[in-house]
């Protein structure tokens, strides 16, 4: 009887160690799948493509009000603009009933299908003010109040996906926003 009792005590043993080391392994696969990873520089995982439900390069758009100093006010709402885009809202409203003091944060993405890093164009227009984000550098830089006007750069760009991002707002009287690139990074 007692030598059954050592043999239990030691599989017990082994089984406790097995246990431990079992929850250590789950433990790591865990830590690897932390979904609260702040914004990177690299490419937006390619499981939630920003397309249309007909397949299409879409922009995900949140309009937001602005202060009367300048500053980003309340959401107030959230649309999606195609691929490329050219509203001229003249005076009239732009959304949610906002014409003037309204902007929005956009973002999308882009597929370099070349065979190596080669130049993208990209062109904005704005009334008023615009910035360009690709992968979260500041490629095009129109921050301030004017009447409309457009502003072109060319970026040299690995091939893949890559994160692009516009940030936009109307101040008072007209308002327009323009938005277009080679057209072959649109396509995937
Ligand atoms: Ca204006």
Request: charged fraction near 20%; charge should be negative; proline fraction near 3%.
């Amino acid at each position: 009887m007692k030598r059954i009792h050592i043999n239990k005590g030691f599989f017990l043993l082994i089984l406790t160690v097995l246990i431990l080391m079992l929850l250590q392994v789950l433990c790591i696969g865990c830590g690897s799948g932390d979904s609260s990873e702040p914004e990177s520089n690299s490419a937006p995982k390619t499981s939630t493509p920003t397309k249309s439900a007909h397949g299409e390069t879409v922009w995900d758009v949140e309009w937001s009000t602005l202060t009367g100093s300048g500053e980003w006010g309340a959401p107030i709402g959230n649309m999606q603009f195609p691929a490329t885009f050219n509203y001229d809202w003249s005076d009239g409203d732009l959304y949610g009933g906002y014409s003037d003091y309204v902007g929005f944060t956009a973002t999308s993405q882009i597929n370099v299908q070349r065979d190596a890093s080669s130049f993208v164009s990209f062109h904005v227009g704005s009334d008023d003010a615009i910035r360009l984000y690709v992968d979260n550098n500041l490629v095009l830089d129109d921050w301030a109040k004017h009447d409309y006007r457009t502003k072109n750069a060319t970026v040299s760009l690995a091939p893949g996906f890559h994160s692009l991002r516009i940030r936009y707002y109307e101040w008072t009287a007209d308002a327009q926003v323009m938005f277009s690139c080679d057209y072959d990074v649109l396509d995937w």
